[in-house]
């Protein structure tokens, strides 16, 4: 299992602003913020393709007033990818790709 947070979010916090997965279109989209004090978007992750996606919350008392924050970004094994935050684990089948971009 290789953890691509570093690589990912280089320069950027774990703090995300918009976590979507769009199932019509079949990608997930991950937005992360510079930084807590300025909450300005940063970096997205988008992956498309995705073939599946389970859920599993870890955090049931997790105050929604709070911002959810990546723990973990892992690729199990070929087309199969772990998002980990403090309040889920999400993990995706995809035949597409990961594309990492800055946000303007």
């Known amino acids: 299992m290789d953890?691509?947070?570093?690589?990912y979010l280089k320069d950027c916090s774990p703090y995300i602003?918009?976590?979507?997965?769009?199932i019509?279109?079949?990608?997930i989209e991950l937005v992360c913020?510079?930084?807590?004090?300025?909450c300005l978007p940063k970096r997205?992750?988008?992956i498309s393709g995705i073939q599946s996606?389970?859920?599993e919350t870890i955090d049931d008392e997790f105050d929604d007033n709070c911002m959810d924050g990546v723990i973990g970004l892992h690729e199990m094994a070929v087309g199969k990818f772990c998002i980990r935050?403090?309040?889920?684990e999400v993990i995706v089948l995809y035949d597409g790709t990961i594309v990492v971009t800055n946000v303007v």
């Open 44 to 46: 997205k992750i988008k």
């Open 53 to 55: 996606y389970t859920e």
């Open 17 to 22: 602003s918009k976590f979507l997965y769009d």
């Open 3 to 7: 953890d691509r947070m570093s690589e």
């Open 85 to 88: 935050t403090e309040k889920k």
């Open 33 to 38: 913020v510079d930084s807590i004090d300025n």
């Open 24 to 27: 019509d279109k079949r990608i």
